[in-house]
């Protein structure tokens, strides 16, 4: 709104004063206006009717008009009724406009006579990022369809591919993945052992139950041939995880190698296991 109120105010004042001839410039820090102004799509009534406003009093339009006058005065001096096998025609603000197929299409005048454009110039290269940067990175192919709704750039795709390249945003999307060399298995998964002998371990969850009480599922798998069991707990402290292993070994049988993180569950069951006595246990056994 305040920047509507300046232009209000710089309209009053120059009919006032008959200050046609100064120049004027408008400055504002709200980056929600300047995207506004830019944004070359419908919007809101509120929004839509105060943008129309301010683009009419500042004449953007006939300043990129007086731009892309410029750009055919630099790259076709010397243009007649085709430009590079293109066929062309001047309109009224001495534009060169191209004669598409579709003019006797009904839709916007800009739609069916494009604005002819070189395909190497700065001002095209800065169009093209612009129009990248409004349609988030959409890509090449639809960068040349929204491009040609208004703009006929010679060599579009070689020039608007050649601009999204230079982006760093696109080449994260656009880049070669590293490539890495495929690394040995250790011993433990390629020697021969039986089910289970070599085993891996792990928790999910976890998962609510209909009494509204937590359960976790433990995972052992087979290094060797990836088999699966399963073992449901209802808490993941120590106790209850060494409850959860003596249940598989006496149906899977003993590993002799067990891999797991360093989850406190685990590295509890290491500490217990190294500090019993097994052989005066095995001994009482025996």
């Not at 006797?104 to 110039?121: A, G, M, T």
């Not at 009494?211 to 041939?225: D, I, P």
Request: proline fraction near 3%; hydrophobic fraction near 40%; charge should be positive.
């Amino acid at each position: 709104m305040a920047c509507v109120l300046g232009m209000r105010l710089s309209n009053y004042l120059t009919e006032a004063l008959s200050l046609t001839d100064i120049p004027k410039y408008f400055r504002t820090n709200s980056t929600t206006a300047l995207f506004w102004l830019k944004k070359n799509d419908q919007q809101g009534t509120f929004v839509g009717n105060r943008v129309r406003e301010i683009c009419s009093v500042t004449k953007l339009q006939e300043s990129k008009n007086t731009l892309f006058s410029l750009v055919h005065g630099e790259s076709f001096p010397e243009s007649g009724n085709s430009v590079n096998g293109i066929l062309v025609e001047r309109d009224q603000r001495s534009l060169l406009r191209v004669e598409t197929k579709i003019i006797e299409r009904d839709d916007d005048y800009s739609f069916r006579y494009s604005i002819l454009l070189p395909s190497k110039h700065h001002v095209v290269d800065c169009l093209i990022r612009e129009y990248n940067l409004i349609h988030s990175h959409a890509g090449i192919h639809s960068l040349i369809a929204i491009i040609r709704e208004e703009f006929w750039i010679i060599a579009a795709r070689r020039t608007i591919r050649s601009v999204v390249k230079k982006c760093v945003r696109c080449k994260r999307f656009t880049a070669k993945p590293p490539t890495t060399f495929p690394i040995q298995l250790p011993l433990d998964r390629v020697r021969d052992a039986a089910r289970f002998e070599v085993t891996g371990i792990d928790l999910c969850g976890p998962l609510i139950l209909r009494s509204k009480t937590k359960a976790w599922v433990v995972l052992f798998t087979c290094a060797v041939y990836r088999c699966v069991h399963l073992e449901v707990v209802t808490s993941i402290n120590t106790e209850y995880f060494i409850q959860a292993l003596r249940r598989f070994i006496a149906r899977r049988g003993r590993p002799s190698v067990i891999f797991s993180d360093n989850g406190t569950n685990f590295t509890g069951t290491s500490t217990v296991l190294r500090k019993g006595d097994w052989e005066r246990w095995f001994l009482r056994k025996r």
